[in-house]
Nanobody, 124 residues
């Protein structure tokens, strides 16, 4: 059973940076698609960045140019480097994965493995 464990959240001022990590445990086959999602208080969960097994990457428009998703296969770890953070980036951030071969979009319903979340708070 795949387990995802996030770390690296915290509180920063606007313009600051954080790097989130997601350690992946307990899998026989590496997930085909992994992603980062976030959910702000009172809002729906939204996809932030995704990475496909062939290296394809996509981002939600609001983080393009500021966030970078990457994966270290040797360490079984997914990362999200977040630069120039804004107060509107404040949310609980979740790591997620799935085994669909046909697509790797930031569609919440495609993902069936989730971490417990790590809080990111950005102050003005």
């Amino acid at each position: 059973q795949v387990q995802l464990v996030e770390s690296g959240g915290g509180s920063v001022q606007a313009g600051g940076s954080l790097r989130l990590s997601c350690a992946v445990f307990g899998y026989t086959y590496s997930p085909y698609c992994m992603g980062w999602f976030r959910q702000a208080l009172g809002k729906e969960r939204e996809g932030v960045a995704g990475i496909y097994m062939n290296g394809g990457i996509n981002y939600v428009d609001s983080v393009k140019g500021r966030f970078t998703i990457s994966k270290d296969n040797a360490k079984n770890t997914l990362y999200l480097q977040m630069n120039n953070l804004k107060p509107e980036d404040t949310a609980m951030y979740y790591c997620a994965a799935h085994y669909r071969r046909d697509r790797c979009f930031l569609w919440t319903n495609d993902f069936n493995r989730w971490g417990q979340g790590t809080q990111v708070t950005v102050s003005p």
